[in-house]
DNA sequence: TCGATTTGACCAAA
DNA sequence: TTTGGTCAAATCGA
C-alpha cells in the first residue's frame, strides 16, 4: 500500500470509520448466525437477538457521527428511522386486512378498461429514498420523463413527478421528486426514489457524493447491481475503473466547482481483514486523494480528502462511463 | 407524426 | 377524510 498524503486525524478517523463498520457487519453476520438456530423456550434466542440489534444500531449510529459532525446526521438517522418503519410494516401482515404489496402498479378489477385504469396502482411503500438541495436545477445525467405536477399542502410552489424514460421499455422504477423550497436565495429539493436499473445507468452506476465537514473525509457512494464482480478486477482493470472515477470529478463537477481537479491513479486491493470487504487505495498520490472501499454488497465508497469547501455540505450524483472492457468485465 | 408535458381524475396510505 | 402519488387523455412542440 502506498504513502498517502492525507493528514494523521484524517487517516486514524477513517480507519475508525472502516472498523466501526466491520464491526457492525460482524455483529449483523452473528445476528444471521443466531436467527437461523431453533428458538428456544426460555427466551435466551430473543435477548441475544436484541443484544445484537442494539449493537448493530450502535454501531450505525457511531459511522453517522463519525462521518458527519456538523449536524445533519439527524437529518440521516431520522430518514434511517423512517426506512426501518416502512420495512417493519411492509414485514408485518397488515391488521386491517388490505393488500400490503410493495412497490409496483396494479389495477382495480380484471373488467376494468384500459381506457378506465386511470388512477390505478399501487403506491410505493419501500423504496429507497434521498435527498439532495440545490441552488440551481443540476441535471443529474439520466433521461427523466415528467408524469405529474401536483400543489402540496403548505407549500408555495408545486411538486414535480419524474419517472425514469427506460420504465416501460427496461422497466426501471427509478423516480423523482422536485419541488422548489425556497424563494431567496432560491432552493430546489430532489427526491430520488429507487434506483436505476435500465441499462443506462448499468452503464453509468450511480454516484453520490456527499461532502459534508469542511476539511474532512466526504464520500462519493457507488451504487452497483453486483459488486462482487469488482472483487474480480485485475489491477489493471481496477486501474482503469478508479480512473474513471478521477475522470468523472473533472467532467461532472466541472460546473459546480472547477478547482475540484485530481489526477490520481489507483489500483484495487482486496481487504485483508476480511474475505467480503472490498478496500482500494491509490498506489500513487498526487494532489488530491481517493482511497475507496465497499462495505456491503452493491455499494462502493470512494473516499476523498482534498474537497473545495464550495461544495461541501451538499449531496451530488453523478454519472459515470466506465470503459467496455471494465463493464465486461464487472457483467455490466 | 411522435415523444414530451400538462392536468384532472383516481386511489392508497396516513 | 385528507393528502400525496400515479395514471392517462389532451395538448404541445420539434
Redesign the pocket.
Known amino acids: 500500500m502506498a504513502s498517502s498524503p492525507l493528514p494523521e486525524n484524517v487517516l486514524s478517523g477513517r480507519q475508525k470509520l472502516i472498523d466501526e463498520l466491520v464491526q457492525g457487519r460482524e455483529i449483523a453476520n452473528r445476528l444471521q448466525t443466531l436467527l437461523s438456530q431453533p428458538v428456544g423456550d426460555d427466551g435466551s434466542l430473543v435477548n441475544s437477538a436484541e443484544d445484537l440489534v442494539s449493537r448493530i444500531m450502535e454501531s450505525f449510529t457511531n459511522t453517522l457521527f463519525m462521518l458527519n459532525k456538523n449536524g445533519t446526521v439527524e437529518a440521516v438517522l431520522s430518514q434511517i428511522q423512517a426506512a426501518a418503519a416502512?420495512s417493519s410494516?411492509v414485514d408485518s401482515p397488515r391488521l386491517d386486512g388490505?393488500?400490503?404489496?410493495d412497490?409496483g402498479?396494479?389495477?382495480?378489477s380484471v373488467s376494468?378498461t384500459?381506457?378506465?385504469?386511470?388512477?390505478?396502482?399501487?403506491?410505493?411503500?419501500a423504496a429507497h429514498t434521498w435527498q439532495r438541495e440545490t441552488s440551481t436545477s443540476i441535471d443529474d445525467g439520466h433521461?427523466?420523463?415528467?408524469?405529474?405536477?401536483?400543489?402540496?399542502?403548505?407549500?408555495k410552489h408545486p411538486?414535480?413527478?419524474?419517472?425514469c424514460?427506460n420504465?416501460y421499455d427496461q422497466g426501471c422504477q427509478a423516480?423523482k421528486?422536485f419541488q422548489k423550497i425556497q424563494d431567496n436565495p432560491p432552493i430546489f429539493r430532489t427526491?430520488y426514489?429507487g434506483h436505476h436499473t435500465c441499462r443506462n445507468l448499468l452503464r453509468a452506476p450511480e454516484l453520490v457524493f456527499d461532502s459534508t465537514s469542511p476539511n474532512q473525509d466526504s464520500s462519493l457512494l457507488l451504487s452497483f447491481k453486483d459488486s462482487n464482480n469488482l472483487n474480480n478486477l485485475t489491477p489493471q482493470q481496477a486501474h482503469h475503473f478508479f480512473s474513471s472515477l478521477t475522470s468523472v470529478k473533472h467532467e461532472e463537477f466541472k460546473d459546480i466547482e472547477p478547482a475540484c481537479n485530481s489526477s490520481v491513479t489507483v489500483a484495487g486491493q482486496k481487504n485483508q481483514s476480511s474475505s467480503s470487504d472490498y478496500i482500494v487505495s491509490s498506489d500513487q498520490y498526487h494532489d488530491d486523494d481517493l482511497t475507496a472501499f465497499d462495505q456491503s454488497p452493491g455499494h462502493m465508497t470512494v473516499m476523498s480528502s482534498n474537497l473545495d469547501s464550495d461544495i461541501h455540505g451538499d449531496v451530488i450524483s453523478g454519472v459515470i462511463s466506465f470503459d467496455d472492457d471494465v463493464l465486461q468485465h464487472l457483467n455490466f
Open positions: 416502512t410494516r388490505r393488500k400490503s404489496e412497490s402498479e396494479s389495477c382495480r376494468t384500459l381506457k378506465d385504469r386511470r388512477g390505478c396502482y399501487k403506491r410505493r411503500k433521461a427523466w420523463r415528467k408524469y405529474g405536477q401536483k400543489m402540496i399542502l403548505k407549500a411538486r414535480h413527478y419524474y419517472r424514460t420504465k423516480t421528486q427526491t426514489c
